[in-house]
């Protein structure tokens, strides 16, 4: 067995109760204030005066139903939580016990989980803990995780922008800006599967080599990146207009069907199409030539099918006399 200890008294004045344990609450043996803590001080402002009653100061979280300092002890022992009445929204947790001779209360407080918010609230720094706290050491721990996990986020939402600007980019024809032929096979594949109504056209520029030919490749370069911006102006939000290679563009017109209207928007972009370009000077000539197909022909639309039949529609629409649409009906086999 462990010999006893003896048992030493101690007496303390305030100040050195300040240096030892700031966060505390000397009270007479009716419950009044007589010292605090130099840090329960700030925590209590307006509220830290002399005389002032321990039910003045707080209100009991735990142990339910108590109200006074002898509540507390009487039905907590030595363990409670305690919310200041100055509006401070900071809960603090103690342990407190009746001194020698019962006329003399020490409570010594903490702020427990609610450390963080104390420190934004109040301003705290590592003078207000005694030295042997680790609160400050806990909070600089917390904050580095916290900048750590806010660093994350951050490098994760670069990582995320930088993968949806890589797949842009991958479906993205760079001359022009309007899609390219990969963002065409997505887009149909989505639609045909989806059974939506829309209208396939497939455009080839006429007399585009004669421009390449007599100005140079800039020229050609010039007048590709003018039908681009002719198609953008021509169309929705909602279509979707592509470069698929060369001087060969398609255009999906979508939950548009009706021949009429997919005659209208095919002649509106080969008239603008037809107008002169001026590129440095000189002026470039070329016309389109536009095959239409549309997904409602078909009982089960094929993306594959619908271009083949656009393409057969084009090369109607060139032996026929160019800078003309045509529109073929897509039957399935």
Same mark, same amino acid.
């Given at each position: ?30 419950? %009044? ?19 002032? !009653? ?24 030595? %363990? ?39 420190? !934004? ?21 917390? &904050? ?8 994350? %986020? ?83 939000? &909602? ?28 002649? %509106? ?65």
């Amino acid at each position: 067995m462990h010999a006893e200890l003896p048992v030493h008294r101690l007496d303390l004045d305030s100040s050195d109760l300040a240096q030892f344990m700031p966060m505390h609450l000397l009270l007479d043996g009716e419950g %009044r204030a007589l010292s605090f803590g130099p840090t329960l001080a700030r925590v209590l402002q307006e509220l830290a005066v002399p005389g002032m !009653r321990f039910e003045e100061m707080f209100e009991v979280r735990s142990p339910g139903g108590a109200v006074t300092v002898s509540d507390v002890l009487g039905r907590a022992g030595n %363990r409670f939580r305690l919310l200041p009445r100055n509006g401070v929204r900071v809960g603090l947790r103690g342990l407190g016990l009746r001194l020698p001779g019962g006329d003399k209360i020490l409570l010594n407080l903490s702020f427990g989980i609610d450390l963080i918010a104390a420190v !934004r609230e109040l301003a705290l720094t590592d003078a207000d803990f005694a030295a042997t706290d680790l609160a400050m050491e806990l909070l600089y721990l917390a &904050e580095a995780n916290a900048a750590v996990t806010r660093e994350l %986020r951050g490098l994760n939402v670069r990582l995320e922008g930088a993968r949806m600007a890589a797949e842009e980019e991958a479906m993205t024809d760079p001359l022009t800006g309007l899609r390219n032929r990969r963002a065409v096979d997505l887009i149909l594949e989505r639609l045909c599967a989806a059974r939506a109504s829309f209208g396939l056209l497939h455009m080839d520029l006429d007399y585009f080599k004669a421009v390449n030919d007599s100005l140079g490749h800039a020229a050609g370069d010039f007048v590709l990146e003018s039908v681009g911006r002719i198609l953008r102006e021509q169309l929705r939000a &909602e279509d979707c207009a592509a470069r698929i290679g060369g001087d060969e563009f398609v255009v999906i017109i979508v939950g548009r069907s009706d021949p009429k209207t997919l005659q209208s928007i095919a002649e %509106r972009i080969i008239a603008r199409i037809c107008q002169p370009m001026d590129f440095e000077g000189q002026e470039c000539r070329v016309s389109a030539s536009i095959g239409i197909v549309r997904s409602t022909d078909l009982a089960t639309p094929e993306a594959t099918q619908l271009l083949a039949t656009a393409d057969r529609a084009l090369y109607a629409a060139k032996h026929a006399g160019r800078g003309r649409a045509v529109l073929l009906v897509s039957r399935g086999e």
